[in-house]
């Protein structure tokens, strides 16, 4: 099983993947740029914990669970120490004033532009972005959600299929990072929907009718 850093593992969606994931057996590093923080937020989750760099160097998969505001200037901190690893990018591009409203990103999309910026030396594969904290907070062992993973690398997406099912949701290769841009788009419909009709945390099935 590959290591995988959490930076941002204090907040809600990083924390509720690495308890979910140091239950399957992974070994989880959570980085923070407050290493205190990251130690306490880890010794509750049964994972590791120190600064970001820390967590890179640990690790084969890192996952950037952060705010679309600081993703750029994370990314920026980070890239000349992510050659050979899986950068995993759940960030979902909204505005901060409304979740509900989508930004246009250069690039087409927050994960294909980390790509184009790091090179073939880091393989980026999007992930995570239509499923709610909440729902992986939750004590329940299997999700009724699925999850799109994308990007270039088959083998890169294969792995982190590996890790949806160990948070108990189902993934689907969904092409390659290009694609990426349609999931992060879902983000803020989903919340729209959940704001507009009281859902309460909507996400993703992927069916196929007279399939079994």
Known sequence: MPVVAIIGGTGRLGSALARRWVEAGYRVVIGSRTPARAREAARTLG????????????SEVVMLAVPYACHDALLAEIDDTLDGRILLEPVVPVDPADPTRALAVPGGSVAAAAQARLGRGVRVVAAFQTVAAKHLRSDAARLDMDVLVCGNDRSACRLVLHLVEAAGLRGWLAGPIANAAASEALAP???????????GGAGLRVVAPGRS
């Open 47 to 58: 994972a590791a914990g120190g600064s970001i760099a820390e967590a890179v160097l640990a």
């Open 189 to 199: 419909v989903l919340r729209h929907l959940n704001r507009e009709y009281g859902l």
